[in-house]
Every structure is written in C-alpha cells, then in structure tokens.
C-alpha cells in the first residue's frame, strides 16, 4: 500500500494495516506516551499511544529516515542483543 493511500485510511483500517503487513522496528516511551514504530514497503509508521489509557492518540507516516535519528539508539540496541 502506497503512503498516500494509507493516509486516508481511518485509524481503525491503520491499526489493522499495520497488524497484517507492518514489521514492527521497535517502542519507545515518553512520559504517558508510547510510540511504536513500523517499517511498510517503502516508508514508516509511528503510532502513538496514550498509555494510561491504553488508546491510539496518531499516526505519522513518513519516508525521510532523518525522522529516524530518535530511533537509532533504540534499535542498534535491540539488534546487537
């Protein structure tokens, strides 16, 4: 699914995209938030959640992996354990 297409799905079809087709790269915290971030044909995916809650607050999809700077420590991290 392009990039353009899944940005007009709502965040319920978002949410099942991503269950099916997205691989997931890792999670990080914030606060009350929880971001995880997705990897889908030739873009990403960070979904945002409000963590006490336990409910999806956005989506933000990109292509630029310079958005991926804050991820970088994360996921060197998990692949060298």
């Not at 959640?49 to 991290?77: C, G, H, M």
């Amino acid at each position: 699914m392009k990039i353009e297409v899944f940005n007009k799905l709502n965040k319920f079809d978002k949410f099942d995209f991503l269950c099916d087709y997205g691989i997931f790269l890792c999670a990080k915290k914030e606060l009350n938030k929880k971001f995880l971030l997705y990897s889908v044909d030739n873009y990403f995916v960070e979904e945002e959640w409000d963590y006490p809650n336990k409910r999806i607050v956005a989506y933000r999809s990109f292509v630029d992996d310079s958005l991926l700077d804050e991820y970088y420590q994360i996921l060197r991290t998990t692949m060298t354990s």
